[in-house]
């Protein structure tokens, strides 16, 4: 049981580059989610998935798109990157529904914009 | 909406000595709490969560945390730490009923420095 991965763990991109973060979870979880994580600012919400083929937009969505395909597959998109996304990417997921669940965190794409 | 202030950026102790991490929650309906701990270089992990009932929460690695509803206060305490606690940890809220009950709203983090 991997639980949530992230590809890829690291990367470093010019300005003006488009790329994929993709993330996986084998927990059959409905929720999916896009966190950033920058110093002194905690988490915040980039994008989130309630189900399958729906998403819906966090805290900071702008200058990024995501997609949910599959269930267990959640993608995030930097169309044109800039400097000010250079941050530590988090995915997590969890049931959804009546009560709370516990996210599931990813082990984070480290991301640097030139 | 709701919002979590964790009142204390930084917390230096020494090993085998009591830490308390403070966090405050506003909101006007009722709500799920959590805390969770990054290690560094490290995702999230869950610590211990508030859902109802006992108002106090007994996690992993002998934290706990009292939720205090009068002073919308959720705290989580330690009685002896360990360098091994080392390490950034949040408090997050959930709405309690209905609506998007399942995403988390997260403090900014404090850092747990354990020195020997």
């Known amino acids: 049981n991997a639980g949530v991965t992230q590809t890829p763990k690291f990367q470093v991109l010019k300005t003006g580059q488009s790329m994929t973060l993709q993330c996986a979870q084998d927990?059959?979880?409905?929720?999916m989610y896009w966190y950033r994580q920058d110093p002194g600012m905690g988490l915040r919400l980039i994008y989130y998935?309630?189900?399958?083929?729906?998403?819906d937009k966090g805290e900071v969505p702008d200058g990024y798109n995501v997609s949910r395909l599959k269930k267990q597959n959640f993608l995030l998109g930097l169309e044109s990157a800039a400097p000010s996304q250079t941050s530590v990417y988090f995915c997590?997921?969890?049931?959804?529904?009546?009560?709370?669940?516990?996210?599931?965190f990813g082990p984070g794409t480290r991301l640097t914009v030139t | 909406a709701q919002s979590v202030t964790q009142l204390d950026s930084q917390v230096p102790v020494f090993e085998e000595a009591p830490v308390e991490l403070r966090c405050n929650y506003s909101?006007?309906?009722?709500?799920?709490l959590f805390w969770y701990v990054q290690y560094p270089n490290q995702g999230l992990q869950l610590l211990l969560k508030y859902l109802s009932g006992s108002t106090l929460v007994k996690g992993i690695n002998g934290f706990e945390a009292e939720f205090n509803k009068s002073q919308t206060s959720f705290h989580l305490r330690k009685p002896s730490v360990h360098i091994s606690d080392t390490a950034e940890y949040f408090c997050?809220?959930?709405?309690?009923?209905?609506?998007?009950?399942?995403?988390?709203?997260f403090g900014k983090g404090t850092l747990l420095t354990v020195n020997p």
């Open positions: 909101s006007s309906v009722s709500v799920y």
């Open positions: 927990m059959n979880h409905n929720s």
């Open positions: 997590a997921s969890s049931y959804s529904g009546r009560g709370a669940y516990e996210q599931y």
């Open positions: 997050a809220v959930s709405l309690g009923s209905g609506g998007s009950n399942y995403k988390l709203t």
């Open positions: 998935s309630a189900s399958e083929g729906t998403t």
